[in-house]
């Protein structure tokens, strides 16, 4: 069962503009999300997190935002670049698990020139 | 660093083979996860490790699989006999602990192939 969902599979979005990657959970335990980066034939790379204490954390271009409430986190990458172009991959874990993360199915995202 | 090192990069085997795949993880991090990736199911928790210690194996999926760890900085996951639903993107990954605030470092993988 799928505890954390990324509904879209794809996005494209334009060179300087705003990509918002979106990331469901449905097990309330989870404390804590992180959002990984993959390029092909690489393995995930970190790129930012957020403890379930918070609704906001910022690394420069990368915004994340928690909303508890309807178990929903999003991904703002400001501006898009095009070697932003990647698979994205949301993940969630929580103490009672050991910390070990759940990953959804990620979203290719497509930044064009 | 060299960061999270897994062999071989790629396997093509026949159903009914061995395979073993090798992971090691980055000096001083005592937690080590096995992922597998496929188009259905997505990245997939397996098994890890605290401390060369199986914490939570419950997403081997059969008994076929199996994994060790016999030394901190050695781990090996062995499928026995392979089938073609095996096939996949094996990853081995590791942290310096198991807490919300560690972040995984994943190896490049080891991409399966059961013919």
């Known amino acids: 069962d799928q505890q954390v969902k990324q509904n879209s599979p794809s996005l494209s979005v334009q060179e300087g503009r705003i990509s918002i990657l979106n990331c469901d959970y449905t097990n309330s335990m989870f404390d804590y999300f992180l959002w990984y980066k993959k390029y092909p034939a690489e393995g995930p790379t970190f790129l930012i997190s957020?403890?379930?204490?918070?609704d906001k954390n910022e690394d420069g271009r990368f915004t994340v935002f928690l909303n508890k409430s309807a178990k929903h986190l999003s991904l703002h990458i400001v501006p898009s670049q095009p070697g932003d172009s990647a698979v994205y991959f949301c993940a969630a874990s929580s103490s009672n698990s050991g910390y070990a993360l759940n990953f959804g199915k990620g979203t290719s995202l497509l930044v064009t020139p | 660093d060299a960061g999270v090192i897994q062999s071989p990069r790629h396997e093509v085997t026949e159903m009914g083979q061995e395979v073993t795949l090798r992971c090691k993880p980055i000096?001083?991090?005592?937690?080590l996860f096995w992922y597998r990736q496929t188009m259905m199911r997505g990245l997939e928790l397996l098994i890890y490790?605290?401390?060369?210690?199986?914490?939570?194996d419950s997403g081997m999926p059969e008994d076929r699989f199996s994994a060790k760890m016999p030394n901190a900085s050695f781990s090996t996951l062995k499928i026995q006999p392979s089938e073609p639903r095996d096939s996949a993107v094996y990853f081995c990954?590791?942290?310096?602990?198991?807490?919300?605030?560690?972040?995984?470092?994943f190896g490049a993988g080891s991409r399966l192939t059961v013919l």
């Open positions: 957020i403890s379930s204490i918070k």
């Open positions: 000096s001083g991090h005592n937690s």
């Open positions: 990954a590791s942290s310096s602990g198991l807490s919300g605030a560690n972040v995984l470092t």
């Open positions: 490790f605290n401390n060369n210690v199986p914490i939570d």
